[in-house]
């Protein structure tokens, strides 16, 4: 089965860019998607599998990939963003992954 | 607006079964398949896998398969997820989630469900 590495946890100070990766083998063949969550709540789209942000998503929010590497970057990190953040990806028999998050905390 | 909405909150006893529903609105519920996924409580997420509303062809995660149940019923919208032999570690908020169409083949899921709690206790 495939997997999707991510660093556990990252900071940030205020207005300040931080970039979350995330890695596996399938990422040579598919695209990753990201997720944004807070405590209680339902995960939110924020990036789609071709690196495009949703509608009502900031610009601040932006999706890379090279390789096996998918990237999430914050640039200009607001309060509001202090989340965790998860990638999702699939492999060739159609079974879905998720990494294991990384928690964003804003300083 | 497009709007998942699950059911309520379940409590089974080990060994039990539940049956999670998941209404669709505000989009064409075959356009789009509905993938599950569950989150144990304090971690994260994980994939469960999906059905397709518009011919109920379905795909799960091993670790789930012979266990669980996709289905759907296009004349009301709503997509279920059924889990039987509970374990205490099935215990989780379970998601329905949209994904839609797209050239690329990758998942993305754009609208999520509420969640439903469902603690399996003896």
């Known amino acids: 089965s495939s997997e999707l590495t991510q660093d556990p946890a990252v900071s940030v100070a205020l207005g300040q860019t931080v970039r979350i990766t995330c890695q596996g083998d399938?990422?040579?063949?598919?695209?990753a998607s990201w997720y944004q969550q807070k405590p209680g709540q339902a995960p939110v789209f924020v990036i789609s599998?071709?690196?495009n942000r949703p509608s009502g998503i900031p610009d601040r929010f932006s999706g890379s990939s090279s390789g096996n590497t998918a990237s999430l970057t914050i640039t200009g990190a607001q309060a509001e963003d202090e989340a965790d953040y998860y990638c999702?990806?699939?492999?060739?028999?159609?079974?879905?992954?998720f990494g294991a998050g990384t928690k964003v905390t804003v300083l | 607006q497009v709007q998942l909405v699950q059911s309520g909150a379940e409590v089974r006893k080990p060994g039990a079964s539940v049956k999670v529903s998941c209404k669709a609105s505000?989009?064409?519920?075959?356009?789009?398949?509905i993938h599950w996924v569950r989150q144990a409580p304090g971690q994260g997420l994980e994939w469960m896998g999906w059905?397709?509303?518009?011919?109920?062809?379905?795909n799960s995660a091993q670790k789930f398969q012979g266990r669980v149940t996709m289905t759907r019923d296009t004349s009301i919208s709503t997509a279920y997820m059924e889990l039987s032999r509970l374990r205490s570690d099935d215990t989780a908020v379970y998601y329905c989630?949209?994904?839609?169409?797209?050239?690329?083949?990758?998942?993305?899921?754009?609208?999520w469900g509420q969640g439903t709690l469902v603690t399996v206790s003896s």
């Open positions: 999702n990806s699939r492999d060739s028999s159609g079974i879905g992954v």
């Open positions: 059905i397709n509303p518009n011919n109920g062809d379905s």
């Open positions: 989630a949209r994904d839609p169409p797209g050239g690329s083949g990758s998942y993305e899921f754009d609208y």
């Open positions: 599998a071709k690196n």
């Open positions: 505000g989009y064409t519920f075959t356009g789009y398949y």
């Open positions: 399938s990422l040579r063949s598919y695209y």
